[in-house]
Structure formats: C-alpha cells, structure tokens
Nanobody, 123 residues
C-alpha cells in the first residue's frame, strides 16, 4: 500500500502562486497514475488535475491554463504549480494515486489518498 504525503500549502493573496508537492512511498511510482483533487467547505471533492503513467495530463475547466501538474519519477513526486490563484481556489488539496490504472488513463485500479494540505487565497 502506497503512502502519500502532501506539502506546500499555505496562505496567498489573489493573483499569487503556490507549488504543491506529493511524495509517494513506493518503488513502483512510475506505474501509478497520479492526480490532485480539492475539497472546499460544503462542496464535493473535485478532480482538478491528473497525469497518467505515460505523462499525459488533464485539467478541470476551473483550473486549466492556471495550474500545471507534473511528475518526477526519480523522486517519486508529483507537483501542482498553481498560478493566478483566486479566492475560489481556497480548499484542501489532496493527492491521489491509482494502481494499476487502465492503459494511459487516470481510471481504474485501487485508490490511495494523502491527508491533504490547506490552500487559502484571500486578501
């Protein structure tokens, strides 16, 4: 079972940037599809960015063009670069791993979750 640990959250003013990291404790990291979700108070958990085993990325409409997901297989880590942050981006951000995923997809497999990191965007 893989453990996921997020870091990099915090407080930032509107228009600012943050970079989140998620480190996975597994020797098979390159075989996992990885993603970032977020959950704001009173709202459902939302998938915002995903990266497949092959490196294909996908984004929700709410963050496309502002957020960038990437993976570093040598460091067992994924990142979420968040730019042009808005108050509506305030949420707990959670790292997710899927194994084994469907081929070149972010579906299928067992789901694993990190504990989450808080991001607050306000002036």
């Amino acid at each position: 079972q893989v453990q996921l640990v997020e870091s990099g959250g915090g407080w930032v003013q509107p228009g600012g940037s943050l970079r989140l990291s998620c480190v996975a404790s597994t020797d098979s990291f390159r075989a996992y599809a990885m993603g970032w979700y977020r959950q704001a108070p009173g709202k459902q958990r939302e998938l915002i960015a995903a990266v497949t085993v092959g490196g294909t990325t996908n984004y929700s409409d709410s963050v496309r063009g502002r957020f960038t997901i990437s993976r570093d297989n040598a460091k067992n880590t994924i990142y979420l670069q968040m730019d042009s942050l808005e108050p509506e981006d305030t949420a707990v951000y959670l790292c997710n791993a899927r194994f084994p995923p469907h081929y070149n997809s972010y579906t299928g497999g067992e789901n694993y979750w990190g504990q989450g990191t808080q991001v607050t965007v306000s002036s």
